[in-house]
């Protein structure tokens, strides 16, 4: 039997329901709560809001977005967000609150209305704040080294050497230029099963027999004798084979044409005699129903022409926008998704471009080049690329703008040999142009922008740009955390020594 003392108390839960000022300033919520840029953040969020004269009012901008990075950072659901949320503390003041809460602090299906709400370009304003702010605070902090170096009577702190890719200068158009840009594109995978054709078909079926059930329950009809199952019977006879041989797929693809055929008829004609009977159907049911009529039609013409393509073929009723990128990379030579075209600039990625059709990347460059011009007001020294994005005409639009890059001549290759220095050059811009690439995997790897889960065109396009934002966000604070422990040790070395501190030395540490 356990020893039980009435003096050891269980800690009331009403003593949590306290301010949540006085929390850890070094937990990671707190810290990132104190130092990303609401106001700005804020400012992005409530432009795309209208009820300043008509509607209820929104939620804060802070408790929405810190949700929405909590649940990218930790790859949680939308219930489980709303969960976590309501069970931590500092998962509530860096949402902007003031008390603990055991309440949630909204319903979970207001993240399908915010994803719909914000768009990729509000995301990337987003992020030129934060890269904003980590400047002004890098400037502030370089300010104050030198200021305390002049009263001790030191040497300032020697800056960094500047990247030759990255030197500013002023073109002959009189053009400025800053920065280097690096720019590649990729694949968001969609969460769906691998397109096969009868496993398409067979989920028409069922759906058909779905919504022919729920009219006739909903009305109280006589319920028509369907072919579903005798398609889930075909169906089932031939993925238990082992070995699917090309005339069984055949004959199976062709007895679920017919079935699926017979069952749409007896839809639309039940669907003709009423207009309210169409009406009962929700909107995703209604798509659903559409993408249903169209993959039909692609099926039927491809198993009649005996080819397996067809222009923008449907590859899953509930997500019909989805299409096949052809990627020919050594998993799979598809991929299931949106193409997205991002380009980093000092380590911040950026979508500036999403298409759930398959497109050559290299048009995106003159695209980038624009967007890049209108964040920051110069265009860039230096840009960082595949080889696909520079052929001739791409090579034009960089002379024409005078912005370098380290490429492979085209023709042949000259009869003198390159310099030392341009071979070395060109070695360190191959090495650094794959920080895009290491984007693009620590994306997929740690915020799961491989396994897009949201279902609509808008949502999913939100949720991928939402995977990068927080990787951005988590750069951010990684950034700003190093500059805040330089000062502290900084200032602790000032103290224990008395105000004799060498600042070259103290900073070469960290």
């Known amino acids: 039997m356990k020893f039980y003392d009435p003096k050891y108390k269980q800690l009331d839960l009403g003593l949590l329901r306290s301010s949540l000022d006085d929390l850890d300033k070094t937990n990671r919520w707190v810290a990132l709560g104190d130092l990303l840029p609401w106001t700005e953040l804020e400012k992005e969020y ?39 949320i309501r069970e931590n503390p500092y998962m509530q003041y860096f949402c902007g609150l003031h008390e603990f809460t055991d309440k949630p602090i909204f319903d979970p299906s207001l993240f399908v209305t915010i994803r719909k709400r914000i768009s990729g370009k509000d995301l990337n304003k987003m992020t030129v704040s934060l890269l904003n702010k980590q ?18 009577d030191e040497e300032p702190p020697t800056p960094e050497s500047e990247d030759p890719n990255a030197a500013s200068f002023t073109d002959s158009q009189g053009r400025e230029h800053k920065g280097v840009l690096k720019i590649d594109a990729t694949c968001a995978d969609a969460e769906m099963r691998y397109p096969v054709d009868v496993d398409i078909i067979h989920d028409g079926c069922r759906k058909v027999t779905d919504y022919i059930i729920k009219v006739c329950e909903m009305f109280e009809l006589h319920k028509p004798r369907t072919n579903y199952k005798h398609a889930r019977q075909v169906y089932l006879l031939l993925i238990k084979k082992a070995k699917k041989k090309g005339k069984i797929v055949r004959d199976t693809i062709a007895l679920m044409l017919n079935y699926l055929r017979k069952d749409i008829r007896i839809l639309m004609n039940l669907l003709a005699k009423n207009k309210m009977y169409y009406e009962s159907l929700f909107l995703y049911e209604k798509r659903t129903l559409t993408a249903i009529f169209r993959m039909y039609h692609q099926q039927e013409e491809m198993f009649r022409t005996k080819t397996h393509t067809c222009a923008d073929r449907i590859l899953s009723i509930f997500q019909p926008h989805v299409r096949a990128i052809v990627r ?11 193409k ?15 298409s759930w ?19 920051f007001g110069y265009l860039p020294v230096t840009i960082l690329a595949d080889k696909i994005y520079l052929n001739r005409s791409n090579r034009d639009i960089l002379e ?36 895009i ?16 889960r949201a279902k609509l065109p808008d949502t999913a396009r939100c949720w991928t740009g939402m995977c990068y934002f927080v990787k951005n966000v988590m750069k951010f604070l990684r950034e700003l955390c190093l500059v805040l422990t330089e000062l502290w040790h900084i200032l602790m070395l000032k103290v224990n020594c008395g105000g004799n501190v060498c600042y070259p030395m103290v900073l070469a540490k960290y």
């Open 340 to 354: 997205i075209g991002a380009s980093i600039v000092e380590g911040y990625t950026f979508i500036d471009h999403h």
């Open 46 to 84: 409530n432009s795309r809001l209208d009820n300043r004269k008509k509607g209820a009012g929104n939620k804060p901008a802070r408790m929405i977005l810190g949700a929405m990075i909590i649940k990218h950072k930790l790859n949680l659901s939308d219930v489980e967000t709303i969960e976590t």
């Open 135 to 152: 400047k002004r605070l890098l400037e502030e902090k370089r300010k104050r080294e030198e200021e305390e170096a002049k009263k001790d």
């Open 328 to 338: 020919g990379k050594a998993k799979a030579r598809s991929e299931f998704g949106a």
């Open 400 to 435: 024409d703008l005078e912005i370098q890059s380290y490429c492979k001549p085209l023709g042949r290759p000259p009869k003198a040999p390159p310099s030392e220095d341009l071979k070395s050059r060109m070695a360190k811009a191959i090495g650094e142009r794959n920080e």
């Open 357 to 375: 059709d398959a497109y050559n990347e290299s048009q995106d460059l003159l695209l980038q080049i624009q967007l890049f011009k209108e964040r």
């Open 437 to 452: 690439e290491c984007s693009f995997g620590t994306g997929k790897r740690i915020y799961r922008a491989n396994d897009i």
